[in-house]
């Protein structure tokens, strides 16, 4: 599905940045690339800085993964000390090898497999062993194809034809005749001096293909690994053999050896007829990559980066993963084509492979090397059998030939994604590309996990569930894929349930993912059946408008948030015969991720209504009032609260303040020291913009004064026409009705303009701060409540996973070191700059990239959001630097904090998080777990009085406690204004830092006024602390007991016990 690329440029708000709706797919129609615009790699003149900057750090990356020749002097010498060993080793008769193996698979642990296969293969098989005729470098390393740090040397180990007898190529001979091969090898080699370890593998998790992995000892030890690879003497078997047509398994053995009495002929054999032909063409491949005519040397320097790019996206591992050789070959295809030249870089390689991934359509038109009649011939053979089809220069292997479908479209997808960044111009373009990690928790938006799956391999399983998907959810998803399958032990006794459990991600299209309505095909069509057959008793024939009756299947449109689930797991149910308790989701709502404590349930969607209706009763009287000196020109609603951006609505303040007998001072209740203490209730921020000219103002103190006059002016008109309880503070206005308390800031038309003039006849003076200032927060007000709601309209998940990173920040007990308006700003430039990945479509996985940023951004290097040029000021910015363009000097949001030391624990902290998500899992368990307040982390824990410690009015509420509106609007007729965003914990944290902050640092939770505070003493002080001479170790302890002193008086009576720990 193709989707719009849309692009906004805004320079006067807090962020500009490119913003980006999705990726423009473009559809190739032939294999055949065209010498279009793109291929030719074109760029503007805008993107040339970015694109020479992107080339250098690509050749420097390419100088860096080249072997030295120390390195190749010793990998040489290695071989030369395997082929004296190999050398020496006697043949053996078939009886002898054959026992010989029985005893040797016991001993490598490779029983159950080896038994398998000897249920396979006819019991008149013949073996001789014969030492191997050769030994030979391949693969990646002799190419200079090679990435690290996973440095892996291919051996060739050349089997002689006398090994495989008449026969050889029937039902898995092949594979037991190369096992023993192996087998007798490995007996030699494992009490090798030069051999450290010996492992055996999947080559590529293909239990086909069975190699040897050598640890070598020395110099090479920890270096690199060595694999040796067996492969059948030249002309020992007639490559025609190997064709998808022809058949080599007989379906009676076969399915005898795995209990099933079926009679029947042969079954079809292409994928096994490909592992065998792998191994025939191995050296003609190898030799056709060291032709430079074919290969260049700047073509394998752009494959180089290739496999990085894979490798950072988690391509290249697993069984029907995107191998080396094939990118080798389609670079090689492109050189043929004459789509890369000679004297072109590696980054312009790399570019026209990118481009080439994004255009081209092997799943509708294969592609050879192999132009010989045979070849073209094999080629519409290897159509019919696979459904990703390369073929290689024999004409007789298809490397694509273990491709599932959902591997084309990864690579294709992640290469639309990079053509984009390519285009875009990134600074960060390289970077971005080849060394950022895509690891896949966050490649998609949701998540699946099947268990328990009756000893199903989930390479059997995944055909079938990803067909299901496709076909269920249709154009609601842009991409499914699966997760790289983990394998516990490959050869125990246990090969049969040897891998974990199957995950599989889905991309969601955006606004697609709650439809209830999923309309088929018309009642009277062909494709009806199968769409009846599919949806079984779900399908139901209804009318719609213009197309007449059609299948349809109708899911329960009560609660939208679970459709998209319910679907997944009734499709899983019927057709794949797994029930919903054996799945795994990471769709958790958003009422779960951010529960409220004590099990209440969440009553958001009344809070919200009631909260706006309050707000639309303000603005109406507002609006209604006439009898001034001055006109109200416009009211406008700001704060995280109307932006959807706070963690918790505010609750309706009830009754508890009229039966709390609390004085009342200047119109408001203060809480005594020894009454009950009630809930302090937050405001809600607006602010009313005056029609007042300030051309004739000449100093602050007269715009204050004005200001003040129109607060009171304004407070008295509400309380007298509209009976509202009204309190005029400093530069703005306390309005209580319907429970809430709204401040209502002050504003006139020309400030901005009369502050700016003011701040320059100021220069060199103190109004001159005091005026920028002013400034500044004005524009933040506007323009954060302006840009963040165009981000939550924008992006459907923003609003929650601000949320939820926010409640993390909390509960992490960072309130007051880590500001809201930076994590605001945090979550903005993910979802801004997605890259590279998509923009999450679910609060889960944006506050899994979250975790990430802070875990692994260079916060110490480089600030957030900022232009290549401002690095050279970053030694003089704070720990965590966000820039925006309007504050380039960080002072409106890090100035303040957090800390270097506080940066480093946040860091930490986001790290610890992250691996708990990802070794666990995206489920309700570790989310708990990550939201819990821990106090063993702390040095000091200052317990707090339950009863002296106020709430803000953010505590749930039941939904059944609903009260009818007399009651309702009894609650709200307060004689004074509520306590306004008091918080009694946030004045004693302030109060310790002030007077102890040379000591330690102090830890709070804002959402909830947590009931403790913790402390964690500074390094210089934890070295006092922590000395071992008796003499300052006594000094020590005694000044950590005057400073607990101190805790407690300033605590008063709201602290109940101190711990140190």
Not at 592 to 617: D, I, Q, T
């Amino acid at each position: 599905m193709k989707r719009k690329l849309n692009e906004e440029k805004s320079t006067d708000k807090i962020i500009s940045e490119k913003v980006h709706n999705g990726i423009q797919v473009s559809n190739g129609t032939s294999a055949k690339l065209s010498c279009s615009k793109d291929a030719a790699l074109s760029v503007d003149y805008q993107s040339t800085n970015f694109r020479t900057t992107a080339e250098l750090e690509a050749q420097a990356q390419v100088n860096v993964l080249k072997n030295s020749p120390q390195l190749k002097k010793d990998v040489n010498a290695f071989l030369a000390l395997l082929k004296k060993q190999l050398r020496v080793i006697p043949e053996a008769s078939c009886e002898d090898a054959v026992a010989t193996a029985v005893r040797l698979a016991k001993e490598f642990d490779v029983q159950q497999y080896f038994e398998m296969l000897v249920c396979l293969v006819p019991s008149n098989g013949k073996f001789t062993f014969a030492p191997p005729n050769s030994l030979r470098l391949i693969g990646s390393f002799p190419l200079e194809l090679n990435v690290k740090p996973n440095l892996t040397v291919d051996i060739a180990v050349e089997v002689p034809k006398a090994t495989f007898a008449e026969g050889s190529l029937n039902t898995y001979s092949y594979h037991l005749k190369m096992l023993l091969f192996l087998l007798l090898i490995a007996s030699k080699l494992r009490t090798s001096k030069f051999v450290k370890q010996l492992n055996w593998e999947f080559f590529h998790d293909d239990p086909r293909k069975l190699i040897i992995v050598l640890h070598p000892k020395g110099d090479l030890d920890g270096r690199c690994i060595f694999h040796l690879i067996a492969y059948p003497e030249e002309g020992t078997f007639q490559l025609e053999k190997f064709a998808p047509s022809v058949y080599h398994l007989n379906a009676e053995r076969f399915l005898k050896a795995f209990g099933e009495d079926i009679k029947g002929t042969n079954l079809a054999s292409h994928f096994y007829n490909q592992s065998i032909a792998r191994d025939a063409v191995m050296m003609q491949i190898f030799n056709y990559l060291e032709d430079e005519e074919n290969f260049p040397k700047n073509a394998r320097a752009g494959v180089q980066l290739l496999r990085l790019w894979i490798r950072r996206r988690e391509l290249d591992q697993g069984y029907g993963c995107v191998s080396c050789t094939f990118l080798s070959l389609f670079v090689c295809y492109l050189v043929k084509e004459r789509r890369i030249q000679s004297h072109w870089t590696a980054w312009d390689v790399f570019k026209a492979a990118i481009f080439a991934f994004s255009n081209i359509e092997l799943e509708n038109n294969p592609v050879t090397l192999c132009q010989s009649e045979n070849g073209l011939t094999l080629l519409n053979e290897f159509k019919s059998a696979f459904p990703i089809v390369f073929a290689d220069p024999t004409g007789y292997v298809n490397v694509c030939a273990h491709w599932h479908a959902s591997t084309w479209r990864m690579l294709k997808h992640e290469a639309l994604l990079a053509r984009q960044m390519i285009e875009n111009a990134d600074s960060e373009l390289f970077t971005r590309l080849c060394l950022q990690p895509v690891p896949f928790a966050e490649k998609f938006d949701i998540y699946f996990t099947l268990i328990d799956m009756y000893g199903l391999t989930s390479e059997a399983i995944w055909k079938d569930v990803y067909d299901c998907m496709w076909t269920a959810l249709g154009d609601r998803v842009l991409l499914i894929g699966k997760n790289l399958v983990q394998y516990e032990n490959k050869m125990t006794s246990n090969y049969v349930n040897f891998e974990k459990a199957l995950t599989f991600g889905i991309l969601i299209e955006s606004g697609r993912k709650n439809d209830f309505v999923i309309r088929g095909p018309a009642a009277n069509l062909p494709e009806a059946v199968n769409f009846r057959r599919f949806w079984g008793d779900k399908s139901h024939m209804r009318k719609f408008k213009s197309y007449g009756i059609c299948e349809t299947v109708l899911f329960d449109s009560s609660n939208v948030r679970s459709i998209f689930g319910d679907i997944v797991y009734y499709v899983l149910n019927r057709h794949i015969k797994i029930s919903r308790k054996r799945i795994i989701s990471s769709d958790i709502s958003e009422e779960f991720c951010l529960g409220l404590p004590g099990g209440y349930r969440f009553a958001e969607k009344r809070l919200r209504l009631s909260l706006h209706a309050a707000m639309a009763k303000v603005e109406k009287c507002l609006q209604l009032l006439t009898d001034m000196p001055f006109q109200i020109c416009e009211l406008t609603r700001v704060g995280s609260i109307f932006s959807d951006l706070e963690v918790y609505y505010p609750v309706p303040v009830d009754l508890q303040y009229n039966k709390l007998s609390l004085p009342i001072i200047n119109g408001c209740f203060v809480p005594e020291a020894t009454a009950k203490v009630p809930p302090w209730c937050p405001s809600c921020e607006m602010m009313m913009i005056i029609d007042i000219k300030c051309r004739y103002l000449n100093s602050l103190s007269e715009l204050r004064n004005i200001k003040t006059g129109c607060c009171i002016q304004v407070s008295e008109q509400l309380r007298k026409r509209f009976k509202l309880l009204c309190q005029p503070v400093e530069k703005a206005i306390l309005i209580f009705t319907n429970g809430y308390v709204f401040r209502l800031h002050v504003s006139f038309k020309s400030e901005e303009f009369f502050l700016k003039n003011l701040a320059e006849e100021k220069k060199n003076h103190a109004a001159e701060l005091e005026t920028e200032s002013m400034i500044r927060w004005k524009q933040a007000l506007f323009s954060q409540f302006e840009v963040y709601v165009r981000l939550r309209l924008q992006f459907e998940s923003f609003s929650a996973t601000v949320r939820l990173a926010k409640r993390w920040v909390a509960n992490k007990m960072l309130s007051g070191h880590f500001s809201d308006e930076a994590v605001e700003l945090i979550i903005a430039s993910l979802f801004l700059t997605p890259q590279p990945f998509t923009e999450s479509r679910h609060h889960l996985i944006g506050f899994l990239r979250f975790l990430r940023l802070l875990s692994t951004f260079p916060w110490s290097s480089e600030p957030l959001m900022l232009k290549q040029q401002w690095r050279i000021v970053r030694p003089t910015l704070p720990p965590f630097c966000l820039l925006t363009p309007d504050d380039q000097s960080g002072a409106r949001w890090t100035r303040t904090g957090p800390s270097s030391i506080v940066a480093d624990y946040i860091i930490r902290r986001a790290a610890f998080d992250l691996r708990i998500l990802q070794n666990d899992g995206l489920t309700t368990s570790t989310l708990r777990k990550i939201m819990h307040s821990s106090k063993q982390v702390f040095d000091v824990v200052i317990l707090l009085s339950r009863k002296r410690n106020l709430q803000p009015t953010v505590a749930p509420v039941e939904e059944e406690n609903t009260a009818d509106d007399g009651k309702a609007n009894a609650a709200y007729n307060l004689k004074a204004l509520p306590v306004v965003d008091f918080s009694p914990v946030e004045f004693y944290v302030r109060q310790l830092k002030e007077n102890y902050g040379q000591f330690g640092l102090f830890f709070w939770n804002r959402v909830f006024s947590s009931h403790f505070v913790g402390v964690l003493w500074n390094n210089r002080f934890r070295k006092i602390i922590q000395h071992q001479k008796d003499q300052q170790k006594i000094q020590a302890t005694a000044c950590t007991d005057e400073i607990i002193k101190g805790f407690y008086a300033l605590g008063y009576d709201l602290v109940k016990r101190i711990v140190v720990q």
